[in-house]
């Protein structure tokens, strides 16, 4: 079965960072690209980063360029979001996302809340 | 973000038809076509349609989506009480080299 696993969300304070991870399985990992969604609460999906298969072309949703980071380790089929300089507009559930002709599978997701 | 523009919610009766648009422009939508997701409340979203308008295996004949220029469609027919949820149009954006949603459309099946 093919699964995607999110982990690394939790409460963190403003200015704060946080790397979520995302754990896949029941699938080729190296082949595909990969997303992160996010999804703010009573709010509609926001395309936040994508990967490539092998890792050299990362896209950044513009206003989130500079304090995000995507990564991957296609040896532990892994996909990572590394989080800097957290705000409270980040607070979402965060989607990682496998793209094989469009979004068609989807993590359970992990809740980030920014807040004192 | 510039995003692609969906109603913000449909009422249809029971088993009557559903058609669910989504307009963007020559970049996006009239470029590469949109693919189509539904989420229920507290779930996380499925795809219904792939950008090239094919459904995954899985997927209810009901659910069919088209495009006409840069406005995308998805038709669910037979209206079900389960298929109330929202639904979000997505396109690659060649100008923006990202990826953009819809708003999403919440569909109430009266």
């Known amino acids: 079965e093919v699964q995607l696993a999110e982990s690394g969300g939790g409460l963190v304070q403003p200015g704060g960072s946080l790397r979520l991870s995302c754990a896949a399985s029941?699938?080729?990992?190296?082949?595909?690209?990969l997303h992160w969604v996010r999804q703010a609460p009573g709010k509609g999906l926001i395309w936040v980063s994508g990967i490539n298969n092998d890792g050299t072309t990362t896209i950044y949703e513009d206003s989130l360029k500079g304090r995000i980071t995507i990564s991957r380790d296609n040896a532990k089929n892994t996909l990572y979001l590394q989080m800097n300089s957290l705000r409270a507009e980040d607070t979402a559930v965060y989607y990682c996302?496998?793209?094989?002709?469009?979004?068609?599978?989807w993590g359970q997701g992990t809740m980030v809340t920014v807040s004192t | 973000q510039a995003g692609l523009t969906q109603p913000p919610s449909v009422s249809k009766d029971l088993r009557q038809t559903a058609t669910l648009t989504c307009i963007g422009n020559?970049?996006?939508?009239?470029?590469?076509?949109a693919a189509w997701l539904q989420q229920h409340q507290g779930h996380r979203p499925k795809l219904l349609s792939s950008r090239d308008n094919n459904r995954p295996s899985g997927i209810s004949e009901r659910f069919s989506a088209s495009r006409s220029g840069s406005t995308a469609s998805l038709t669910i027919t037979g209206l079900q009480p389960e298929d109330e949820a929202d639904y979000y149009c997505s396109a690659w954006d060649s100008s923006l080299s990202a990826w953009v949603f819809g708003g999403g459309t919440k569909l109430t099946v009266l």
């Open positions: 029941g699938f080729t990992f190296s082949t595909c690209w």
């Open positions: 020559n970049n996006n939508v009239g470029d590469q076509g």
């Open positions: 996302v496998r793209d094989i002709n469009s979004f068609d599978v």
